[in-house]
């Protein structure tokens, strides 16, 4: 059965840093072809893809220059590291994981397989 369970979440004012972590479980995706990825929802507005790395990485424009994905393959973890965060930054981000590659569909929710149950950003002003 596969886990995917994120923490680091928290509230920050805006030009805050928070890193967030996803560790897999149930899951082996010590391969770099498996894309591994982060999205956020916020109250109100549909989930959108922010960054995604496999062979490839990707990454939302409204957070390109700011976030950081990066990823330990031992350890089957993934990590979010959000810099310059604003207060649009805020909502629930959520883990994603899929055993194929990382495509251009990547910020399309329906292309991927596991999800995290999700952990709260709140960013003031």
């Known amino acids: 059965q596969v886990q995917l369970v994120e923490s680091g979440g928290g509230s920050v004012q805006a030009g805050g840093s928070l890193r967030l972590s996803c560790a897999a479980s149930?899951?082996?995706?010590?391969?770099?072809?498996?894309?591994m990825g982060w999205f956020r929802q916020a109250p109100g507005k549909e989930r959108e893809g922010v960054a995604a790395?496999?062979?490839?990485?990707y990454y939302a424009a409204s957070v390109k220059g700011r976030f950081t994905i990066a990823r330990d393959n031992a350890n089957n973890t993934v990590y979010l590291e959000m810099n310059s965060l604003k207060t649009e930054d805020t909502a629930v981000y959520y883990c994603?994981?899929?055993?194929?590659?990382?495509?251009?569909?990547?910020?399309?929710?329906?292309?991927?397989?596991?999800w995290g149950q999700g952990t709260q950003v709140t960013v003031s002003s």
């Open positions: 149930g899951y082996t995706f010590s391969s770099t072809n498996k894309c």
């Open positions: 994603a994981a899929s055993p194929g590659y990382c495509s251009s569909r990547w910020s399309q929710p329906r292309s991927w397989d596991y």
């Open positions: 790395t496999g062979l490839t990485t």
